[in-house]
């Protein structure tokens, strides 16, 4: 507004009478003539119901408030923000002069909208059913006898439950057939298969991945362990333990980690993925532009015991390779960005990607912590393996002939590294 006096608002009126019918008597057929600012009040002129009166009035903001019976639904939200330049709503105000963004989107479960077809469809048939004898009452009964207007009465609510089963059938049909309803259940199940078969949990009870609603939700990933005292027979005094695997992930997964290939990394699935800052990491980028790393701010997903998983935040630096087999090499850091990028060249530099050689393993021979930093391998990535394989990674050295057994179990690049820094360093025969 300008302090000076009245001014047009051009703009906003073209705004408006493009949205013909979000101002008006009744929401419908609404048409602004005309429009000003005076001393920071919009006041407007539109013609009403155009055909039934074409009457016109003059609305101020608070006038227009008042008048109208649903001042903020969506499509007037989106006038209102455009005329008064704010947001209705004071927790989505918007900067002055810029666009309004467009509602989120609910995530629909693809099981959720199956479950209502099914429950719909069965209640269609019953009222479908129940039906049948009240067209006999009508046909039996004289119009006038309470049996008749009985009947009739039951006659008009069933068809309005069946119209209503229709409806909710044909809108869940339509919604299954949504490209972002598909695009989301999409990456639900990219995140279930890749927890299941990539981090051997397949047997856990169950794998759900839910999808936030909007970017900048809460991620995570946890074990939901409760008692079943129903599962065994009653003459066992205890319950069977239910493992329940929920992961969270933003609606952008696809493009921020499926679409750039970090999905399922050193054993650990990346629930979330972002480029590195540069003003807060510039050293560790320049280090990775040195290397031809890719250096990612992340949250990953690692197995403990059994079905027990964790969520971990920090840094992964990615090395593409060539070596085929091995695409490329990720090192997982929680506590600093360059310690990423020197891990992951450390890793890369150490890889053998030729087939490890069957041979005789040294009896006495022990793989320690100090060979997986030697080999540059991050130590959530150890820790991971090691409980997928069934090694105690708390303990101070293990026996590398359970290491190659475990690499033979599920082959690891950094398991591989281990087990030939070692034979290097103790090229004894077996005992």
Not at 48 to 67: L, S, V
Not at 190 to 212: F, I, P, Q
Not at 267 to 281: D, F, I, V, W
Request: hydrophobic share 35%.
């Amino acid at each position: 507004p300008d302090a000076h006096g009245p001014q047009p608002l051009e703009p906003a009126l073209v705004e408006i009478r493009k949205h013909s019918g979000a101002i008006g008597g009744d929401g419908d057929d609404g048409c602004v003539l005309r429009g000003s600012v005076v001393g920071g009040e919009f006041t407007c002129v539109v013609r009403i119901a155009p055909g039934r009166g074409c009457t016109r009035q003059d609305y101020t903001r608070q006038e227009w408030r008042e008048k109208n019976e649903k001042p903020y639904n969506e499509k007037n939200a989106r006038l209102v923000h455009r005329v008064w330049g704010a947001s209705p709503h004071p927790a989505r105000r918007e900067p002055s002069g810029t666009r309004m963004r467009a509602l989120p989107m609910k995530t629909i479960y693809m099981f959720t909208l199956n479950s209502t077809i099914k429950t719909a469809t069965a209640d269609l048939e019953k009222s479908i059913k129940a039906l049948i004898p009240v067209k006999k009452e009508l046909k039996i009964w004289q119009p006038g006898r309470s049996e008749h207007t009985a009947a009739l009465a039951l006659k008009a609510a069933l068809d309005t439950q069946i119209a209503g089963f229709k409806k909710q059938i044909a809108d869940a049909q339509r919604l299954k057939k949504n490209p972002e309803v598909l695009r989301r259940h999409g990456i639900r199940e990219a995140v279930e298969h890749t927890a299941k078969y990539g981090m051997d949990l397949r047997r856990a009870d169950s794998v759900t991945c839910l999808v936030n609603d909007t970017p900048g939700g809460e991620i995570e990933a946890d074990t939901g362990n409760t008692k079943n005292w129903n599962y065994y027979a009653k003459s066992c005094r205890f319950p069977k333990i239910e493992h329940d695997i929920t992961v969270t992930v933003d609606p952008d997964w696809d493009k921020q980690v499926q679409n750039r290939g970090l999905e399922f990394l050193g054993g650990m699935l990346t629930l979330a993925a972002r480029p590195a800052h540069k003003g807060h990491h510039r050293k560790a980028l320049e280090l990775a532009a040195k290397f031809d790393i890719d250096l990612f701010e992340a949250v990953w997903m690692r197995k403990g015991r059994g079905f027990q998983v964790t969520t971990e935040n920090g840094f992964i630096a990615v090395k593409r390779t060539s070596l085929g087999l091995i695409p490329s090499t990720a090192y997982h850091s929680t506590t600093s960005a360059m310690g990423a990028v020197e891990g992951s060249h450390r890793k890369f530099q150490n890889i053998d990607h030729l087939p490890l050689e069957i041979r005789d393993v040294p009896a006495d021979a022990v793989a320690t912590w100090a060979d997986a930093d030697g080999v540059g391998a991050c130590h959530s990535g150890v820790k991971n393996w090691c409980n997928l394989v069934g090694i105690d990674h708390t303990v101070a050295s293990v026996p590398l002939i359970n290491v190659v057994r475990g690499y033979y179990l599920k082959p690891a690049p950094e398991a591989k590294a281990i087990i030939l820094r070692v034979l290097k360093s103790c090229p004894r025969k077996a005992a």
